[in-house]
């Protein structure tokens, strides 16, 4: 299996006042393509800075971080920006919809920044939507929509600048279990079709669906990876 992503001693320090705060401790890591991963652990474990790390959010105190092949962790910001917007689709518990744009605006949105055209933003977004099964509120707007809609217009989001990796922060999270069980569903088909797929979560039935599960605790990954 060919590895997307690879990390070796990680480190992230941050510092409240004069105290400083390891989030990451040495955190080796690797993810290959194609795979779906689950990293659990309790709130401030420092799975979310191991996902903002990934993700080009942040970047590493020291240590290293391979993307795709293309050492990340001492890139400018700009330079990071341009790797989110080819490289990774985000979908956060909060859903971070743009309320005033309806759902086919928020899904074009990344193919904008893209330099895609009209013509072909439209097209794209609306076989995207068509595939998370919305055609049918293309027209709406986020306050429009039940929670699961909502989830369901950021995973097309998310993918419809065909990502290397996609990446959920407890995507469930403020979903029912209904909801919930449909949104697992659409990452697991999304696995299915070849997408690297990687969810943050400290819910156990969550992060079963994954193929492996990857602990982390104190900022150390726990026992190495663990197979789901």
């Known amino acids: 299996m060919t590895e997307i992503i690879r990390t070796a001693n990680l ?31 309790p709130s401030g474990s420092g799975k979310s800075t191991l996902m903002h790390i990934i993700g080009c959010l942040d970047t590493p105190t020291s240590g290293e971080y391979h993307l795709d092949g293309v050492l990340v962790s001492e890139m400018e910001k700009n330079q990071l920006a341009m790797v989110r917007n080819r490289k990774i689709g985000f979908v956060f518990q909060s859903f971070n919809l743009l309320p005033h744009l309806n759902v086919l605006k928020n899904v074009e949105l990344p193919l904008m ?26 027209r709406h707007k986020p306050a429009e929509l039940s929670g699961g809609q909502r989830q369901r217009v950021a995973i097309a989001r998310a993918i419809v600048n065909d ?23 659409i990452f697991s088909r999304l696995h299915s079709e070849g997408n690297t797929v990687i969810i943050v979560t400290h819910d156990k039935a969550v992060a079963n669906r994954a193929g492996r599960i990857i602990r982390i605790m104190d900022g150390r990954i726990e026992n190495g990876d663990i197979a789901g």
């Open 163 to 185: 990502p290397a990796i996609l990446l959920a922060d407890e995507p469930t999270g403020n979903l029912d279990s209904q909801a919930g069980g449909d949104i697992l569903e």
């Open 11 to 41: 480190v992230k320090d941050y510092s409240l006042g004069k105290v400083k705060v390891r989030a990451l401790n040495g955190v080796d890591l690797t993810i290959g393509e194609g795979e779906f991963v689950a990293i659990m652990g």
């Open 113 to 138: 920044y893209a330099g895609a055209g009209q013509k072909e933003r439209n097209l794209k977004a609306r076989q995207i939507i068509d595939s998370v099964g919305l055609s049918e509120r293309l």
